[in-house]
């Protein structure tokens, strides 16, 4: 499968409006897609229809969650992005995290690989034209047929870290979306997933494998590695990806772990060794950052995203360092 190296949006810094140029300079410079995510600042749609209407890039959810919209809701806005780049946009759903769904959004987070896999089944279903009548354990839906079905049809991919959610990947999407992983971790999701397409009587290999990337635009040295330190222990205290990273076997955030849980914040920040660092966020040099990317394609990563990231405090050095972190990273 061709490898694809792809934006992050929106990107920090930057108003939707400004990230058009950026999209278009990167498509300049052979980046094929703009995937998007949505959390606390945008929603995961409005950036890639500015990207889609204004370059050929392939754009993609990373993610919509599976929760906060109904199926026909997403299923109409999925197919609203279509209409806008027809044969260019892959609707990527995940469960999202606790916090987001039920605490942001006043939804019961429960089931979460059920969730997903029946949400899955059932936008696939509307998204073909199909009159829909599906009653399961997290969703019931009653005879909706979609208005402006898309063509062609719209590929689903699935947000997954431990093996019940990649083997949903596997087995009913179209690619796998992984997460805060390092290049020699994705050789043991990857296993996963293609075994769970095999097992549904797919081609294991038509399964795309994309991954978002934190890429460290700041020189080594105890400000970066404390920005990134910090970064870490807010991300991976989030009960989900500590179990994914236990899963994945990464013992050398136990202490970070227990800091973190007696309430220890700087001596969890402390805890973080460099190897770990070293393993999960590309840094260096841009040719260091553009070999250890080549790390991620060779165990099987086939679409690479970036999530830029700089400790710089001024706005506009910020917005050049991540431009220039685009060239840097571009595949010409």
């Not at 995290?97 to 006043?106: G, K, L, R």
Request: charged share 25%; aromatic share 8%.
């Amino acid at each position: 499968m061709q490898k694809r190296w792809a934006l992050s949006v929106p990107l920090d810094s930057h108003t939707l409006p400004e990230i058009v140029a950026v999209a278009q300079e990167a498509e300049s410079l052979g980046y094929s897609d703009a995937w998007s995510g949505e959390t606390d600042a945008t929603d995961a749609f409005t950036p890639l229809v500015l990207v889609a209407l204004n370059t050929n890039m392939r754009v993609g959810t990373a993610i919509a969650d599976a929760y906060s919209r109904g199926p026909q809701r997403l299923a109409a806005t999925a197919a609203s992005m279509a209409s806008v780049a027809p044969g260019r946009f892959v609707l990527g759903i995940g469960a999202s995290s606790i916090v987001i769904v039920q605490s942001w959004n006043s939804v019961t987070y429960e089931k979460p690989v059920t969730r997903v896999r029946e949400m899955a089944t059932v936008l696939r279903q509307m998204l073909a034209g199909e009159r829909v009548v599906f009653a399961g354990e997290t969703i019931s839906v009653n005879g909706v047929r979609l208005g402006l079905p898309p063509q062609p049809p719209v590929p689903i991919h699935i947000a997954a870290l431990r093996p019940n959610m990649l083997s949903v990947a596997g087995s009913v999407g179209d690619g796998a979306i992984l997460n805060f992983l390092s290049a020699e971790d994705t050789k043991k999701s990857v296993a996963v997933v293609r075994q769970a397409a095999a097992a549904a009587g797919k081609d294991p290999d038509s399964i795309e494998i994309s991954a978002r990337i934190f890429v460290s635009l700041d020189e080594r040295g105890e400000e970066d590695d404390m920005v990134i330190r910090r970064w870490t222990t807010s991300y991976l205290n989030v009960p989900t990806y500590k179990k994914f990273q236990q899963w994945l076997g990464r013992d050398a955030l136990t202490p970070m772990w227990r800091a973190w849980d007696e309430g220890d914040r700087k001596g969890a920040v402390a805890a973080i060794g460099q190897d770990v660092l070293d393993e999960l966020y590309i840094r260096g040099t841009p040719e260091e950052r553009r070999a250890h990317l080549q790390r991620y394609f060779d165990c099987g990563i086939d679409t690479a995203f970036f999530h830029f990231m700089t400790g710089e405090t001024d706005i506009e050095k910020r917005r050049a360092k991540i431009r220039q972190g685009i060239r840097d990273m571009a595949p010409r």
